[in-house]
DNA sequence: TATGTCAAAGCCATTACGTCA
DNA sequence: TCTGACGTAATGGCTTTGACA
């Protein structure tokens, strides 16, 4: 029996039951990288590539490389941000990233103590629509990715190795979810074969008692046509004369019953 | 051609931290 | 204010793989 468990999102679905990602996924054959191939083909933000170039210049860092591709096909996308007001969810980035500087140079003053930084949900969406589209990155996405993000290089690397492991988590929820199922299936129809089985013996067992009913009832075999005979003790008994036994009788050889009736 | 070494990348288990009820 | 549960970022160790001598 072939367990093709394609439930949910698998990495790769010919894997059948087996959760397990490719564990090597390593890009070398990938065609150059284009940003929009990192991006949702909808995207979820208004516009994906807006907010960091747009903090980038709200934090004086125009001198950080946001366009880290090609120009030529995604310039317009990364063009600078539209002249409107800084928006709220503007300011909430900029607040976000300075958070993340903050943190940042925090842990660099004193490396040993281990700052959690907390990803913002805009860079959550972010990661999580590119994760969509690749799960593994090559190191060329990663530093795009890092790079539009103001994240670190190992923060991207991180984040898509947990998200990763949380999809097999899921993944492996559903797939024993999928296998209690079966095997309560499979319990029920043990159970009913079993029954059923019972039935069967017990009828069996049965069998003889309905081929001892009373001589007058069953005088004649069907197969053979012969009817219940004396034993030859009983015959000696009765001096040679045939009798009807009213007793039980099982009769032996071709008038075995089972042999007989079935 | 076979083999050992090394670096890179991924997975896994675990820790540590932030948030929330 | 405290606390425990939970989600998740981060870490360290191990394995696998490909390149190279």
């Given at each position: 029996m072939e367990l093709a468990l394609s439930l949910g999102h698998t990495n790769n679905a010919s894997m059948g039951f087996s959760v397990a990602l490719p564990h090597h996924t390593r890009a070398s054959s990938d065609p150059p990288l284009q940003l929009h191939h990192l991006l949702p083909s909808t995207p979820v933000l208004p516009s994906p590539r807006l907010p960091i170039p747009?903090?980038?210049?709200?934090?004086?860092m125009e001198?950080?490389?946001?366009?880290?591709?090609?120009?030529?096909?995604?310039?317009?996308?990364?063009s600078s941000p539209n002249s409107s007001a800084v928006s709220s969810f503007q300011m909430e980035l900029y607040r976000n990233s300075r958070k993340f500087f903050e943190g940042d140079s925090e842990e660099d003053e004193n490396g040993s103590t281990r700052k959690k930084l907390r990803l913002?949900?805009?860079?959550?969406?972010?990661?999580?629509?590119?994760?969509k589209e690749h799960t593994t990155l090559n190191p060329k996405q990663k530093l795009v990715l890092a790079k539009e993000l103001n994240l670190r290089p190992r923060q991207v690397e991180v984040w898509f190795q947990n998200r990763r492991a949380r999809t097999k988590l899921k993944q492996t929820e559903v797939d024993c979810?999928?296998?209690?199922r079966c095997c309560e299936s499979l319990s029920e129809e043990n159970k009913r074969l079993q029954k059923e089985l019972q039935e069967?013996?017990?009828?069996?067992?049965?069998?003889?008692?309905?081929?001892q009913l009373p001589a007058t009832t069953l005088t004649m075999c069907p197969s053979c046509e012969r009817v219940a005979t004396t034993t030859s003790a009983a015959a000696s008994a009765t001096n040679n004369d045939s009798v009807y036994l009213n007793k039980p009788r099982i009769l032996s050889?071709?008038?075995?019953?089972l042999e007989c009736f079935f």
């Open positions: 747009c903090l980038s210049h709200a934090l004086g001198d950080t490389p946001v366009r880290a591709l090609d120009d030529t096909e995604d310039g317009a996308a990364l913002s949900k805009t860079q959550s969406a972010f990661l999580e629509d590119s994760f979810e999928y296998l209690k069967l013996r017990a009828f069996k067992t049965c069998e003889p008692f309905f081929m050889g071709p008038h075995d019953p």
